[in-house]
């Protein structure tokens, strides 16, 4: 029996040829997509291809107001009629809509797959269709809900990762790891493999509206960083990342501009909360995290900073109150928290 896959293009490299010397989207790559995977696939005719094209930007240009244009195009789907959904993406911003999808996506009940390309398709280096075809295979073979990413990075075996704790790719090449570089599965000769396993599903969806916040600041730590150089009279909340150790700089030494601990201050008589990510929750911490949470800053524990800053737009869009907000972003919805 068929089964019924709904493909999602919304451009990237994935959705782009090379004309010249520059790559742009192209609205027949999809069908260039198509074509390769009918041509490599073992058992093409297995599958039925419902295509849908919301989107046609470079992932560089994408904005959180794009990602309700996918989801409003596979929500207006009968989804009981498809055994899984692949977005084709980019994969500059491929980590954030990852995140995002998987979080609003919290009660699925079919396999959405997230499909890139580090080059465009008529490149024959490019990883693009291999992506394509595990998570063809994923959704033949396996079927478990959620929102997945598989990606072979170069001279290395596919692997599946869970779409929650997707790392953006490391710079100055085409490679994606998962926090940690825990993968979920690797996929090897049309066959997957675990990796590691999570703790029992115990989460309550929770149905959201697809409205992210425009009003979230987020910030980078950076020798010398200069605080006051930050407008925030349309801020709502700041999210601010934080050196690998779970730090940032909380000293005035050299000047109360340069310190995180005044700025938290500054943005608490504003009203605006600021939270801190990437950071392992342990009972021992660095003093200066200690001196950020002692003047109010909320961390946000074990959660990728792209899985807090996607959940951060959901929580601010979806819900009114602190106490909401808080007990939003302390629940573990799509395993974006590590150890759960």
């Known amino acids: 029996m068929k089964k019924n896959i709904l493909l999602v293009f919304t451009g990237g490299t994935i959705g782009s040829q090379l004309s010249g010397d520059t790559i742009n989207t192209d609205g027949s790559a999809g069908f260039k997509l198509l074509q390769c995977f009918t041509e490599q696939d073992a058992k093409p005719d297995s599958v039925n291809f419902k295509t849908l094209q919301p989107l046609q930007i470079l992932s560089e240009n994408l904005h959180p107001s794009h990602w309700p244009q996918i989801i409003t195009a596979i929500e207006a789907e009968d989804l009981s009629q498809f055994a899984g959904i692949i ?64 990606y072979r990075n170069p001279g290395q ?111 608490t008589r504003r009203g605006i909360k600021i939270y801190l990510a990437p950071a392992l929750y342990s009972e021992s911490a660095y003093a200066s995290t200690r001196e950020l949470l002692d003047v109010g800053a909320e961390m946000i524990w074990n959660t990728s900073l792209e899985a807090a800053y996607a959940k951060l737009l959901l929580a601010y869009g979806n819900f009114d109150t602190p106490q909401a907000i808080s007990g939003y972003l302390a629940q573990n919805l799509a395993h974006e928290q590590l150890g759960n």
């Open 87 to 150: 977005v084709t993406h980019g994969t500059d911003s491929l980590a954030f809509s990852a995140a995002a999808l998987s979080l609003y996506f919290n009660g699925l009940s079919i396999p959405l797959l997230l499909v890139s390309s580090d080059l465009p398709l008529n490149n024959p280096q490019a990883n693009g269709v291999a992506n394509f075809l595990c998570a063809v295979e994923f959704i033949r073979q396996i079927g478990l809900a959620g929102v997945f990413v598989p």
């Open 157 to 267: 075996t596919t692997l599946i990762h869970l779409g929650s704790r997707l790392s953006s790719c490391l710079p100055l090449s085409s490679d994606f790891i998962s926090v940690q570089s825990q993968a979920w599965m690797r996929f090897e000769n049309g066959c997957f493999h675990s990796l590691q396993n999570l703790a029992p599903d115990t989460r309550s969806p929770i149905a959201l509206k697809p409205d992210f916040s425009k009003r979230i600041l987020l910030i980078r730590p950076y020798p010398g960083l200069d605080y006051a150089a930050y407008n925030l009279d349309k801020v709502d909340a700041v999210l601010h990342d934080l050196y690998h150790s779970g730090t940032a700089c909380a000293s005035a030494a050299a000047g109360e501009q340069y310190s995180l601990v005044e700025f938290v201050k500054r943005c």
